[in-house]
């Protein structure tokens, strides 16, 4: 099977995928299958989204790759409307969540070099966190279980701090920082929530000892939380922001918004990449982008998660703990002796593909403008299998 011609670093399911349409999926067997999943938080327009297969077939007729010896009319257009969407002065394009904090990581360096010399090294980020699957990221990455002895030696000037810690932040920084970089809402980690008021303070904190703050919004942008970004929720300005994964609907894509003082550090030479900023994704990236600023397009993700939300805590299900998130990224806690991961079998089994991360906790994420009758086709068979837990 695929696992004998693909490396297996996956575990996959022995399920092939063939098509979809809206927030519904079909095997290779013809078997229907409810969107709660969306390629774990990418797929944010559903499958074959019309204006996007529409854009994206439009511009392979143009021009697929361009290589930054020029820029492209799309990329242009499509940075230009980001950057008046967020309120950020420059846009880097990369192709992956893993390389837009790979840049975010360099810039940081760079800043600290600028702002403090060779001490200046330092950079935070939570426990918990999950940052990539690159060296440098790895070793950001908040969770011990991401930094087996095989990989060894990691990257030097990594510490961490515990999201929501009001005693950590007192003392943490100081000279030798040069960033910290939060994960607003953590994904992998269980979907946890870093509360509005200590990420605020720890920005302040971070800043007051010279650092820049970053947000690594990978998972939670564009539009996943009920805003185009989960940091304007949080409050704590961040003067970088990472995206990547719903970034362009499915086409890889992902990079840094950078602002402030944090703007100017990159100069030519510094960080590249032969295929950011690349046409196919710029021009599915822009369909995204319009999408998602449509009058009540946000509010309705907001309304969508609560109602998702309430719906499961209605179960009733014994093996249910606590539910967590924000718009339409939903972590539900599974009581011990019940397991995450063979809830998420279930569900598979009947239909139904969701995700599991943190210690025990079943993840949806289902695409951004899924329609209330998958949501309620979703939700029963949910139902059925956690009241049979
Ligand atoms: C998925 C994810 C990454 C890594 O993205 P890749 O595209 O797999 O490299 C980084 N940070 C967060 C928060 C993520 O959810």
Aim: aromatic share 8%.
């Amino acid at each position: 099977m695929a696992s004998k011609i693909v490396v297996n670093n996956y575990g996959s399911f022995d399920v092939t995928m063939v098509k979809g349409k809206g927030s519904t999926c079909y095997d290779i067997n013809g078997k229907k299958y409810i969107d709660f999943l969306a390629g774990i938080a990418v797929n944010c327009l559903g499958h074959n989204f019309k204006p996007l297969v529409k854009a994206i077939s439009k511009q392979a007729k143009k021009q697929i790759h361009v290589c930054n010896y020029f820029v492209s009319d799309i990329g242009v257009q499509y940075a230009t409307e980001l950057l008046g969407r967020t309120g950020f002065d420059a846009v880097y394009f990369g192709n992956s969540g893993a390389e837009g904090n790979e840049a975010a990581i360099k810039l940081a360096r760079k800043y600290g070099y600028l702002n403090g010399g060779e001490k200046r090294r330092v950079i935070y980020t939570l426990e918990s966190s999950f940052h990539g699957r690159t060296l440098a990221t790895l070793t950001a990455t908040g969770q011990d279980k991401f930094h087996p002895a095989c990989f060894a030696p990691y990257v030097d000037c990594f510490k961490t701090i515990k999201a929501n810690d009001w005693e950590a932040i007192k003392t943490a920084f100081d000279d030798t920082t040069a960033a910290l970089l939060i994960e607003c809402v953590q994904g992998e980690g269980g979907v946890n929530i870093v509360d509005a008021e200590w990420a605020k303070a720890a920005a302040d904190a971070a800043r007051k000892a010279g650092a820049i703050v970053m947000a690594d919004e990978v998972q939670t942008g564009f539009g996943r939380t009920g805003t185009l970004l989960a940091s304007e929720q949080l409050g704590f300005e961040p003067e970088v922001v990472s995206f990547a994964k719903g970034a362009a609907g499915g086409v890889p894509f992902g990079g840094i918004l950078i602002r402030g003082k944090a703007a100017d550090v990159f100069k030519a030479g510094d960080h590249q990449s032969t295929f950011g900023g690349n046409p196919l994704a710029c021009a599915a990236g822009l369909v995204v982008l319009n999408e998602l600023t449509k009058p009540g397009f946000l509010e309705s993700v907001s309304e969508k998660g609560e109602y998702m939300r309430k719906a499961i805590a209605g179960f009733g299900a014994k093996c249910v703990g606590e539910i967590r998130g924000k718009g339409l990224m939903i972590g539900v806690d599974m009581i011990e002796p019940v397991n995450a991961v063979e809830v998420e079998k279930k569900l598979l089994a009947k239909g139904l593909l969701t995700s599991t991360a943190g210690k025990n906790t079943l993840r949806i994420v289902p695409p951004l403008n899924i329609s209330y009758k998958e949501i309620d086709e979703g939700l029963s068979i949910l139902k059925d299998v956690l009241l049979s837990e």
